[in-house]
Structures are given as C-alpha cells and as structure tokens.
C-alpha cells in the first residue's frame, strides 16, 4: 500500500521531483569534480569531464531513480502513446491516410451494425418480448406443406380455453379506420384487437388504462385506445382526453387510454408490413363469422416453456374437431383426411423482421469486407514505413531496446491509430445515420425508429477497434522478428533505402492482392445486383403507365360500412364520383377498379370454365367499370371492353387476361369469347359470366412476380364486398390539379371519406422496386469503398516500390533504357499482382456471391456478364492506379539518382 501511495504522490508531484532529483545529481557531479580536482590536481574542466564519467550517464541515472517512484507499466506506455502522437504528426499524410481508411471501414461497419441491431436484435418494446409468439398454421399433405397466417374466430375461441401452454392468446385483425370529428377526416391504421392484447404484451398506458379482462370486459364494448402519436398530433395532446369519445368509422368510441412512447406495434401480414397503428378498438368477434380467417393470433407463453413444446400442445388442439372446426383453420384451409394440421409458433419480433433479416446480414457480411480491406490496406501502409524506420529502430535497439520494447512500440502506435480512426468511425456513421434513414421507406426497412448509436453499438464499435489493432499492428510488430536490425544499420541506415526489403516487399504484394480478391467479391456481388435490378425494371408491367397523352392517376379510398352497406349504394357512390372525375379539366379517360395494379390489395381466388375439368391456379379477380383498359393502357386482343351497358340487370359477362387464353384455349383468343367461366374465394361457386373479351397479360403485384391469371367482371355487376376498396383512376397530363379535383368530388359525395392514398402508377412502380433499388445502393456504395480503398492500396505499393527501386531505375536508364522500358517494367508488376488478386477473387466470389440469389431477378449467382465487366473493371482500375508512380519513374534522372546514393 504504501509503495502505491508513494507513485500516486510521485505522479502528482513529479515536477518537483524531477527538479530535485536534477540538482542532487548536478550537486554530486560538482562534489565528485571539486574531490578529483583536490587529490589529482587536475583543472577544473578537467575534473567536471573525469567526474562526468565516473558518475555515470545522467539520462540513464534519473530513469533508474525514478523506476521505485512510478507505475513503470503506465509511464512506458504513457511514453509509447506520446511518441505514436509525435510520428503522427511528423508524417501527415501517412496519418491522413491511415485515419481516412480506418475512420471509413470502422463508421460503416457502425453504420451497418447501428441498423441491424435496431431492427434484428433490439428486444422489442414490450416486457420478456422473447415469450411472445405468433401462431401459424401448415397443412402437411402428400403434395406438400402450406402455411397460413390467418385463423377463424370460432378456432380463437375453441383454442383460447383448451392451451396451457401461454399465459396469454390474444387475437386481432388489422384494419383502416376512419377518424372524423377532429378536423379533416383522416384514415388511420388501425387494429380490431381482443379485450387480452395488451395483457398479452404487458403493456400498461400511459395514460388511462388498459381494456378491461373477464367478466368485466363488456363494459369497455365501444372502447378505443389511441397511440401517443395520434394522441399528440390529430387529439392535440389533450390532457384529459381518457373518457372523451372520439367517432371511429362513424361510430362514437369512448377513449380509455393512451398508450406510451416508446410503445408500437406493426402487424406483418402476407403480402407486406403495414403502417404503425394508431388505434385499437375492442372486438369480440361473434361465433356466426363463419369459417372465414381473419385473425392473427399472438401469444405469451409460460415462463420456462419452449417453443417445442407449446407447438406440439397447440397442433394437438387444432386437430381436436371439436375446438377448430374443419374449414375455419385458414383462408384456404378445408382439411382434408389425408391432411395433417400443424401449428407452429415464430418469435414475434422474427415474425416481423423476416424479410429483411437475410439482407442485413449480407450487407453485415460485406462491410466486413470493407473493414477487412481497410485494415490490410493501413497494415500494409505500416509495413512501407516499418521498412522506412528501419534505421531508426536500428539505433534504439543498439543503445538497449529489445525487440519485445519494439514491438510494444509498434502495437502502441496500431492502437493509438485504432482508436482515433475509431473515434472518427462513429462519428462519421452518425453523420450517415442522421442523413440517410429519412429517406429510407418503412416498407423497406421496420422499426426504423429504434436505430440508434447506444451503449451496445459503442461496445461493438470498441470491439472493431481492438480487431482493427490486431490486424494493422500485428502484422508489422511480427516483422521486426524477422527483420535485420542492430548496430551495422543503425550505422548505415541508408544503406535500406538502396536494398530495400525482399521480405517485407512480398509481404505487401500479398497484402495488395489480398485486397483485390476481397475487392472484386464486392464488387461481383455489386454488379449482380445492378445487372437484376436493370432486368427488373426493363420488365413491361404489361400497362402503360405514362405515355404521351398523359399518365395514369390513382385515388383509392375505403367505402365503410356505416355509410354504405350495400352494393347498391357503393356502385351508386363509384358511378357518381367517377361520372364528375371524367369532365375534370385535362381527363382524357377515367375508371374504377377495386383492387389497382401494384397496390397492397390484390383479391384472387379459384376459377372454373364451363366443359373443363376445374383448374389449380388461383385467379386474380378485380371489378372494373367501362373504360379501364383504356385509361391503364392495356392492349384489348379480342372481344370488347365493359361498356356502360354492364349493369347489374344485364347479363352477367366477363373479360379474361391472355394467360387464361393460353392454357385453357388452343385455339386462341377467339375461342375463349362466349365461354362461361365463374369464380369465387374459396372455391369456384359464382354465377356463371359469359367471355366477351380477351385482355393483355399485366404483373399486377410487381415486376418481379409471375403474371397471374386474371378475370376481370364489371364493377356493377358485383355484388360482394370487396368493392367497398375503390380505386379511382384517371388518365391526365395534369396529375396534380386532378388530384386535387378527384378528392373535391369525393368531398361533394361523402363529406366524412378520408383518402386512403393518392399516386401516379409511376411511383405505384417505383415503389414496388424501393427495396431491391436500396439493397443494390448500399451494396454498390460498400464496393465503390473498397473498391478505393483497395486503389490506394495499388498506388501505395508501386509509389513505394519505385522509391525504393530508384536507384536500380537510374542504373538501368544509364545503360540503356528508355522510357518505354520503365513504364513497362514497373505496369508489369503491378499487372502480376492485380491478376494474382483477381484469380484469387473469382474463386471466392463464384462461391460467396450464393447468398444473393433470393435477392436476384432474371440473372444467376454466377453471371458471366457481371464477372466478365466487373473483373476488367477491376483490372483497369489497377493498372491506372499503378499508371502515376510508373510515370514518375521514367521521369527518374539517371544521374540525379545515382550522384544522390
């Protein structure tokens, strides 16, 4: 303790002690001279030198006085520190340099670090999210395994006694609520939930309460819980807004909390990811819904229990007939007897991240790449200035240091460089941060809002700096073990610059081609993703979007049921609205559809043609009103359009696409009119429709998916209520004022119908490719980096390799050789190890580049045009990188260089 006490006082005081220490040496060097002046009668200078000697160095003697005073450890490494800073700063654009290269491979793993612990592994906002679970269901059948989200109330209600396997089974449905009363009425996603669901999520309001549970749960019918969001924006943040009334869908709904924050909740279905909700309102679906599957069912399993083991109980339940009737398990799901129901169970925040879990990890796999790069990219850069120093550590280890001193040293600087390009790293992936995730789309990426720099991205980036002082200082600190140092080169020290270092100079060859190997992986993996998304999107959508008279307008709103509960009412509604839309200044054609291309509606079901044994395809089956194929620009083949003459008096007709004509008539387009085909959801059960056209094929849910059949039957023929989802659209050079005059004739029809969602069929477009134009943008920004990481790399080796071979250049050019022969001499070494680096790099690409094919459209993981341009890319943008310090060598003055050695 007392050895401790006495450092901590010596290194508060250390000034002083220096001082002192100083002048009881000078004052005993002054004692030792006066005696030696007295008994040898020497001079005075005389005496000083003599007394000089026999004292011993005076350096060497403070530093053995103060080693019982201080934390030798500390105070080497504190030295160590000082000394990496002073080099730093005595080389500037080796530091530049080295800090731009760490600072970008560290802020970009950050970055990317930063968005997939927010989205993947940031437990979700709700206590032990890891007990929640979503219940699923799969048909096993000799054909195969089906599986389906959705499940029937009367099974909810079969299951939710009989499972004790959770402590919680709650259920919802999503839907699109409508909100008047409070300013302009405004559509809100919403969620029908069961009186359980926060019970189930263990989420308690901030303000009010949750719904009430058991017997008491009647009480809250009518009942609504609002998010802090809509609670602070459309509700004004009113303080005593739990027990207002608020009218939802036309129907007054008593207010009865407030939910937190931090608190959200984003169902997944299907199709897509929808909004966050903003307003849960209390359902208890009645038992006379019939079999049809609606509900997501979500629940909180016991503590201890397994995911194994609830799904055995649940698969039990759900084949006990008389807790899930047959036909009520899923949308499709009429079992069978040769059919085995199985439930299963996915994490809820798995359930919700599943579809971009496989990117994210790419992308995590590719910037450590870039990191990788990065580090072998400055490792290298220290190798060159290792061999630069050799004179220097030459001499340190001639006055003592020994090489483990040395290579202390050398690992100090690596960490010292680490930790500011780490410093700069996360800095700079803030920055990238901030910038970039506003213009993200949440239908690309969820739970954008728990992206955040916190304590565990700190502590990831911490880890990267440790890895990066691994790699950047091992590598040179392990070569001064190899290395030739001591007293001869710390005599001839530039001696190095003419020898150079074979040794060390291969090293940084295979280095160099290190980085070119994992360069053109990157870039491979690039340019595959460039060559799909150009297929994808010079894929026709078979409509013409935009042309010269004009582009195509979508409005789309959601008919509810308490202003219109018939069809009647909704064609009456749909006619009138689009009777006005058609006289809209710059209107050249105008129509309906409930279900528009590219949009998160698409309603299929099975088919049937009369004479023909039942087909196994699903249809898509929109209604439309007269006019659409015009106004979308879809090429009529055969037949006629819908005219107004279609009603619901006449008879009954339809238009087929080109595929139906393709796999069920030989004969053509003409054989299909007058046929009589019918549909239905769940099985083909319709009324029988008369084919009085044949259509072009259209991708109705995106570029990249197969064209679906369609049967297209008049809008005012229809009579279910899938029509209550109405797409205005209109063909306009003036897409903006027809917006704006579309919405004015909704607003003169129904005063209180929100728009759901207003765009052009251009951006319905764009926005179904957002996610594959995001992912090739990341990846291509992730390559173009290592891709000029790796060209410095190039231009650091040759540029050292020319100073280094200077002399030999001079030699050469004395005896003979031109310019011509230079150039060629030193292009033809960097040619060597950019092919080397490129072999390396297709072998590895051909097998890393696999993990990318569920992400490509119309190319193969193995695409010979992306290898073949990518690979001269590469190789070009070697030897241009090698081109500078080549032609600075043939500028080399043969007598210069050798009058200079």
Not at 344 to 370: C, K
Not at 627 to 643: C, D, H, N, S
Not at 783 to 790: K, V, Y
Request: glycine share 10%; charged share 20%.
């Amino acid at each position: 303790m007392g050895s401790v006490l006495r450092r901590l006082l010596f290194f508060f005081q250390r000034n002083q002690f220096d001082r002192d220490l100083e002048g009881e040496l000078r004052s005993h060097e002054e004692m030792k001279a006066q005696a030696l002046a007295d008994a040898d009668g020497m001079s005075g200078d005389e005496a000083r030198a003599a007394a000089r000697r026999r004292v011993g160095n005076p350096l060497r003697l403070r530093e053995q006085s103060r080693e019982p005073w201080v934390f030798a450890t500390i105070e080497a490494f504190a030295q160590d520190v000082r000394h990496a800073l002073r080099l730093m700063r005595r080389d500037p654009a080796f530091t530049f340099t080295a800090l731009a290269t760490i600072a970008l491979g560290i802020g970009l793993n950050t970055a990317i670090f930063s968005v997939a612990y927010g989205v993947l592994w940031r437990p979700l906002p709700y206590p032990d999210p890891d007990r929640l679970v979503m219940i699923s269901s799969a048909q096993q059948s000799e054909t195969g395994v089906r599986t389906f989200s959705t499940w029937a109330p009367v099974s909810y209600e079969g299951l939710r006694p009989h499972v004790t396997a959770l402590d919680h089974l709650a259920a919802y449905a999503p839907i699109d609520a409508r909100l008047t009363g409070r300013g302009e009425p405004m559509q809100v996603p919403a969620l029908d939930v069961s009186p359980n669901f926060f019970a189930t999520l263990g989420v308690t309001p901030a303000r009010g309460r949750a719904f009430l549970t058991g017997a008491a749960a009647p009480d809250d019918d009518g009942g609504a819980i609002v998010s802090d969001r809509l609670w602070r924006t459309s509700l004004r943040a009113d303080p005593a807004i739990v027990g207002q009334s608020i009218t939802v869908d036309g129907l007054p709904r008593t207010v009865v909390g407030v939910l937190p924050p931090a608190f959200s909740f984003r169902p997944v279905i299907r199709i897509g990811a929808l909004p966050e909700v903003d307003i849960f309102l209390l359902n208890r679906w009645p038992g006379d819904t019939g079999t049809s599957a609606f509900l997501f069912l979500l629940g909180r399993m016991k503590s201890g229990m397994t995911q194994a083991r609830a799904e055995a109980e649940l698969t039990a339940l759900v084949n006990d007939s008389s807790i899930a009737p047959a036909g009520a398990l899923a949308m499709e799901g009429a079992r069978a007897s040769n059919v085995r129901t199985l439930a299963f169970t996915v994490g809820l925040q798995e359930y919700g991240t599943e579809s971009v879990r496989t990117l994210l990890l790419i992308l995590l796999g590719a910037v450590s790449f870039v990191l990788l790069i990065a580090c072998v990219n400055v490792a290298n850069l220290q190798m060159a200035r290792l061999t630069a120093r050799r004179g220097e550590l030459s001499v340190r280890m001639a006055l003592g240091a020994g090489r483990r001193r040395i290579v202390r040293q050398l690992l100090t600087e690596a960490v010292v460089l680490s930790v500011v390009g780490a410093s700069l790293g996360v800095m700079l992936a803030q920055v990238a941060i901030s910038f970039t995730l506003p213009l993200v789309p949440q239908s690309v990426l969820p739970r954008l809002g728990g992206i955040v720099i916190d304590a565990r991205v700190m502590a990831f980036c911490l880890g990267l700096s440790l890895v990066s002082t691994l790699l950047v200082g091992l590598v040179p600190a392990l070569r001064v073990g190899g290395a030739t140092f001591g007293e001869g080169l710390a005599l001839n020290a530039g001696a190095t610059r003419t020898t150079g270092d074979r040794q060390g100079e291969r090293l940084r060859t295979l280095l160099v081609a290190a980085q070119i190997a994992m360069t053109l992986v990157l870039l491979i993996g690039a340019g595959l993703l460039i060559h799909s998304f150009v297929r994808l999107t010079s894929v026709s959508p078979g409509f013409e979007s935009s042309g010269g008279d004009g582009v195509v307008q979508t409005v789309r709103v959601t008919l509810p049921e308490d202003l219109y509960d018939g069809p009647d009412r909704m064609h009456a509604f749909a006619r009138g609205v689009l009777d006005r839309i058609q006289y809209l200044p710059g209107v050249t054609s105008a129509s309906v559809i409930n279900s528009a291309p590219f949009g998160m509606m698409f309603i299929q079901g099975s088919f049937e043609i009369e004479g023909q044994p039942k087909p196994t395809l699903a249809a898509g089956t929109p209604k439309i009103d007269a006019g659409y194929f015009k106004t979308m620009g879809i090429p009529l083949l055969a037949g006629r359009e819908f005219t107004a003459r279609d009603t619901a008096d006449a008879p009954n007709v339809a238009i087929v696409s080109e595929r139906i004509v393709r796999e069920y008539f030989p004969g053509g387009a003409g054989a299909a009119l007058g046929r009589r085909v019918r549909v239905g959801i769940m099985s083909a059960d319709g009324e029988w429709m008369t084919v009085v056209g044949v259509v072009a094929d259209i991708r109705q849910q995106g570029l990249d998916q197969d064209v679906k059949p369609m049967i297209y039957a008049p809008f005012q023929q229809d009579r279910s209520g899938f029509i209550r989802f109405v797409s205005f659209v209109a063909r306009t050079a003036t897409p903006g004022s027809v917006v704006e005059g579309i919405r004015t004739e909704i607003r003169r029809a129904a005063p209180d119908l929100p728009i759901a969602s207003a765009a052009t069929m251009d951006e319905a477009v764009a926005a179904s490719v957002a996610a594959p134009r995001f992912r090739t943008l990341l990846l291509v920004l992730l390559a173009t980096t290592a891709t000029l990481i790796a060209t410095c790399g190039i231009y650091g080796l040759m540029a050292y390799a020319v100073a280094q071979r200077r002399r030999e250049i001079g030699v050469r050019m004395a005896l003979g050789a031109d310019r011509r022969d230079v150039l060629r001499l030193v292009l033809t070494r960097a040619l060597r190890i950019v092919v080397v680096g490129l072999v390396v790099g297709l072998a590895g690409a051909a097998g890393v580049t696999r993990v990318l094919q569920r992400f490509l459209f119309g190319v193969t993981p193995t695409d010979p045009i992306a290898f073949t341009i990518v690979t001269l890319l590469l190789l070009a943008v070697g030897l241009m990188a090698a081109w500078l310090p080549a032609r600075r060598a043939t500028r080399i003055d043969p007598c210069a260089a050798l009058r200079a050695e």
